[in-house]
């Protein structure tokens, strides 16, 4: 079936009507935060939907989850919720069918164009997970940080590592980022380094978004893991080397991390990603059964980061990467979070840790990419060891369809300098 | 000035009318979450004494924050709210005022028996970090996780350190702990351990309780540190040593801990703590400037662990310590927390790390007890590598004052099997 909207779509939008992606907006002429979904160049307002009582499936019709001012309700209803309100919205929208198309007061009330809204955090977000499941990631910085001598260690292969991240400070697209003081490593017998990070990153990530949760001490099986997750977002994990590097042993990052993470305001269902879906790696060892999917799914999502610093009009290509470097998919990740009971809340968000290809050009992070700051990029018009004051990155992800894209949109950020204290 | 209520308040209670903590409870015979403080052996209802207008004072009159199920709002008003309010309970408490005294009908409403309600937790808690600040815990640790040879990271001196922990399973004393799933470390060249944790460990901590947050960019100094922090409560932050010894490196404790942290349901303010406040210890090398306090506070507060298990009638003391230990003072931790613009919000909770003495009798988990497993302990009746299916753990915590005690209550949990997959 081909899908056509009697909304215009260009045909490189990242939003036709095989995506509509959720978020939560608010109007810029007023009004209180909402869920909507990205269609075209507009946002559809569904709480203007569900007041009209247009969402009328046997699931839907009797929920006030599109009256929120988060999607966490939505997400924990779980996927026939999800399905029956891309179906709905799948019909709405249509080029054939008249209920919206040809109500023009109701489509002037929910049909309101990008740039007349502000997005906002689409859940509110419990818990927040970051992986490391990249393995040319993983071998770049194990590296750098301990030596070339078995950089990645032994747990990698058995197990998706983590660790939690800070929710507090996770940021919308959008949102500019204030360079963080620390401490860094010192040098020789001098005391440790203070001030403002010399060795500001970005990551290139994405994130999961979890739908339904679970009990505290019941954990997911790897085979059911894929309902539990509503979609995917962009994410850059902005991180501070130097404070990093000094920090992390032996408890994690810490600091180098929790000044920021931004994400993007669109979530992609993996309803809208299943046409992408890949085969995921081979896993050698074998992991254990825990960990062993009946159908082990990665996703063909094309990933490319650009820094537009500050006074140039362009902006330049650091990296083009792909979602499906990854070695141990979203499902694995979230039956390892759970398996010792953890228990996961709807809107809970795990990244995938930085996604580094094979190649030099697809690395994820300036660590990588200049190898610490020791062959700095040389861009058109600009070099680069690391993030300087002023500078934009700006993260983008698309899925290429048969004629149409299946897009994130993007995820930026601009350095500002660090504060007086 | 002597302080006496006209409830009765045993000399040995935790809960004189000196104390005051707060917490949130439900009446066992039914009704909503609401704050509390505990006095004797009663619960004194916040939102019976808020709506009979006996919070008169010129800030909290006007609030509504002792008629909310968390004590967030509260959290979030600040030093000022919170002096206001405990001036006008010791007041309505006290042996020679008769508002509360002499009104039978509201006695009955408002003073609880302890047994007649749950105790909840006492905030909805957006991030909780973990810090590891006493130096006999971090060698230890050292010396048993990465050997004799410099066991204390280069880094511990320098900085307060800490990793994120997971909010969601925070749960409030008297909760069962379902024994965790992981994967272990493997022997030699056999493949990872898989199944139930067999080195189960409690962990012995305070956890500071966050007053009003701060902006996302802007640190905390760490001399006003303390007007953001509200109180203490105890904490047991449950670990699997052979989960968390296969998966921390390189990125920290993660399904070692995320599997339950049990906390205690009466947070002990910062002003009812004042007469225990004692010197926190000298630090060499010197801090940097940021993390140097005018004042420098430790408290003196007693700490015991007790294990009970299944069966037996009594219980048996595993360690004796005190929060006196620590090296790094919570005012140090918070300030360090925020010094790269990390933003902190009111309910949130941070550990002070496992609280371990300099003496063998005073280490505050069975890690350092048994010499990871290799030194048994011997109790009355009863002989633990590490804990049991069964086994009750309970840490008390207490001041000594001069006639009366500041008291933390208990902080329980009960090791339940691990349930079938
Ligand atoms: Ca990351
Ligand atoms: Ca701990
Ligand atoms: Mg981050
Ligand atoms: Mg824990
Ligand atoms: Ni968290």
Redesign the interface.
Known sequence: MVLKSFVEVHPDSHFPIENLPYGVFKPLQGGEPRPGVAIGDYVLDLSALSSAGLFDGPILSKSDCFLQPSLNKLLGMGRPAWKEARATLQKLLSFDNPTLRDNSSLRAKSLLPMDKVQMLLPTVI??YTDF?SSLHHAKNC?TI??GPENPI???WF??P?????????I?ISGTDI?R????GH?MGNS??Y?GPSQKLDFELEMAAVVGP?NE????IDVNEAADHIFGLVLMNDWS?RD?QA???????????K???TTISPWIVTLDALEPFVCDAPKQE?HP???LVEKISKNYDISLEVQIKPAGLEHSSVLTRSNFNHLYWTVTQQLA??T???????PG?IFGSGTISGPEPESLGCLLELTWNGQKPLVLDGVTRKFLEDGDEVIITGCCKGNGYNVGFGTCSGKILPA?P?
């Open positions: 419990g818990d490391f194990g940080f301990r260690p032994p747990n058995h197990l590592i983590a660790y939690h991240g800070r929710a507090s400070s940021v204030i963080p003081r620390g401490q010192p005391p440790p203070f949760g505290l001490g019941k954990p501070a404070i000094w920090e992390y042993v032996p408890l994690g990052p810490f600091l180098g929790s000044f920021g060892p254990l059964p825990y390892h979070h398996i010792n009971g953890c228990n996961l809340r809970d504060t204290l």
